[in-house]
């Protein structure tokens, strides 16, 4: 669809039209066009990006000349009305005219207005400020410039609308008259020689002085002793809660139910942008305490509820919950503390958790590794001794001793109890051959008897 033109009639009680027909109110036309057909005939760089926009034009029949009939209207006629409108989605165009005679649709680049700032934040003390736009126009120049309060965010109880806009139709201008806890919301609005139209807004957000402060997180748990264990972080805000950015007040802490010598680390912080985090605090002694953070400049004040934990004892240690775990098996931890298990050295073991020492591997067992659970057996008729870190230390067992093997242990050793040949005794120089039942029953038992002649 290209562009295009018709003609709209008013006709008489007789049928007859009336040329150039005036009404003393606006007449709603909305037409369905096709922008992307538009796009694709008028390849500019604006329609490319942003798309065509319609304009109505009128063709005054005396002259021949076609002008922008979407200003055949009046502002007063208009009242809050809008002088056009197109949905992109439904493909409506909207156009509201005061005049009749032959109308024109045609499409042309659209101006685009930009703000210096979308978002301004002020102090209290500062009721003024300075709004900078500009406008474009690919295909043409602007035009016209017009500043307007859109509408106030109000969360108190007074009139939020006495303000002045100090250059209304330029492009850049003055606001004064602005209220503490409130936010305006301003509009721009560009106008090419086209007389097609586009808006950017601006939020003036004026922040109010310190009214509270606010402690985060309300209450923590911590361990008796553990440095940054509690990071408290303050917030300034204003009275309709806020965060006060521009707050620089000094925040002090106090205990309101404890002895302050019990906390150390930083308790005086300068705020930065409303914000005052503490990051050094620790406590000497388990308990329950309020801590009172209080600003200097003003009245307000919060607090946060601390509870203390006792340290870890002996055979456990704190874990990622900030509760007290027993040792794994293999590990250790003597006393009371927070450091954590360390594993069992080798010659030692630690068979189950919560540990608070590690035993030494009993004689005929052996361990290489840090971290056992259990002991190695020496290999069978070999011994070591107690404590022993390796399978080297198991040595064959030698003359003149007995052993007794344990299942599971090894062997251990004793010296010899039969008598040698310089006893007094006169068998002695006689070797006795144990009887053979008695020696299968020793060895039942798993008890052998070396001789020595």
Same mark, same amino acid.
Request: charge should be negative; proline fraction near 6%.
């Given at each position: ?177 602005? $209220? ?215 040595? $064959? ?57």
């Amino acid at each position: 669809m290209g562009n295009f033109s018709f003609v709209a009639t008013v006709l008489n009680d007789a049928r007859s039209s009336i040329d150039n027909f005036a009404f003393s109110a606006p007449i709603t036309l909305n037409f369905l066009l096709d922008p992307q057909g538009m796009s694709k005939a008028y390849p500019t760089e604006d329609n490319q990006l942003r798309g065509v926009a319609p304009a109505l034009l009128l063709r005054n029949a005396s002259t021949g000349l076609w002008v922008n009939a979407l200003h055949t209207c009046s502002k007063s006629q208009l009242g809050s009305l809008p002088r056009w409108a197109f949905d992109r989605t439904t493909q409506i165009f909207t156009a509201r005219v005061c005049h009749f005679t032959q109308f024109g649709i045609a499409f042309q680049g659209s101006p685009r207005a930009a703000v210096q700032s979308a978002s301004i934040d002020l102090y209290y003390t500062q009721n003024h400020v300075q709004l900078n736009s500009t406008g474009t126009d690919n295909d043409g120049t602007i035009i016209a410039y017009e500043w307007t309060l859109k509408n106030v965010h109000d969360n108190q109880t007074t009139n939020s609308t006495n303000i002045t806009i100090v250059h209304p139709t330029s492009s850049s201008t003055t606001i004064t008259g602005l $209220q503490p806890f409130r936010q305006y919301n301003f509009q721009i609005q560009v106008t090419d020689n086209d007389f097609a139209t586009d808006e950017a807004e601006v939020l003036v957000t004026v922040i109010g002085p310190t009214d509270t402060l606010t402690a985060s997180p309300p209450s923590v748990t911590v361990h008796e002793g553990l440095i940054a264990q509690i990071q408290p972080l303050v917030l300034a805000r204003d009275a309709i809660h806020r965060v006060n950015v521009f707050a620089t007040d000094t925040i002090t802490i106090s205990a309101q139910d404890n002895n302050m010598e019990t906390v150390t680390g930083t308790t005086s912080i300068q705020m930065v942008n409303g914000l005052a985090q503490f990051s050094d605090l620790a406590f000497s002694h388990s308990g329950e305490y309020t801590l009172v953070f209080r600003s200097l400049q003003s009245s307000a004040w919060t607090s946060q509820r601390v509870t203390v934990l006792s340290p870890c004892g002996p055979g456990t240690s704190l874990g990622s919950a900030s509760e007290c775990l027993p040792c794994e098996r293999g590990k250790m931890k003597a006393g009371n503390g927070y450091h954590e298990c360390t594993p069992c050295e080798a010659g030692t073991y630690a068979p189950s958790e919560g540990s608070s020492t590690c035993t030494d591997c009993l004689s005929g067992t052996f361990s290489s590794s840090t971290g056992s659970t259990t002991c190695q057996d020496c290999p069978l008729d070999t011994v070591s001794p107690q404590g022993s870190v390796s399978a080297s230390a198991c040595v $064959q067992l030698g003359a003149s001793e007995t052993t007794t093997s344990r299942s599971g242990h090894g062997s251990t050793t004793a010296p010899s109890t039969t008598p040698g040949p310089t006893d007094a005794s006169p068998e002695s120089t006689t070797p006795k051959v144990p009887d053979p039942v008695d020696r299968e029953e020793k060895q039942g038992i798993q008890t052998i008897l070396i001789i020595v002649v």
